[in-house]
């Protein structure tokens, strides 16, 4: 494929995302601040390709009340995602 060049309609403005009316079918945008590849839908939607990133909390600790309405409430422990009651 020499000389054949494919260009992606970009933003590297964090947090936008491109609507319906700034792609065709398939065609890609790409948010360069935020790392997401985005396409449109045969309907028309736009979608992210891929995941989205992840971010790491670091290690916390937090206790839910699980509160039924009733006197029977529950204290939900968690641990760096892990949980136990």
């Keep these: 494929m020499a000389g054949t060049i494919v260009k992606i309609k970009q933003s590297t403005v964090a ?3 491109p609507v319906a009316g700034d792609l065709q079918q398939g065609e890609l945008a790409i948010n360069v601040q935020d790392q997401i590849l ?3 839908d045969s309907s028309g939607e736009i979608f992210a390709i891929g995941s989205i990133k992840e971010v790491d909390m670091g290690n916390w600790n ?3 009340l699980l509160d ?3 006197n029977n409430d529950a204290v939900l422990k968690t641990y760096d995602g892990g949980a136990s009651v």
Excluded: A, T
């Design 15 to 17: 947090g936008k995302k």
């Design 38 to 40: 985005y396409s449109k």
């Design 62 to 64: 937090s206790d839910v």
């Design 68 to 70: 039924g309405g009733d």
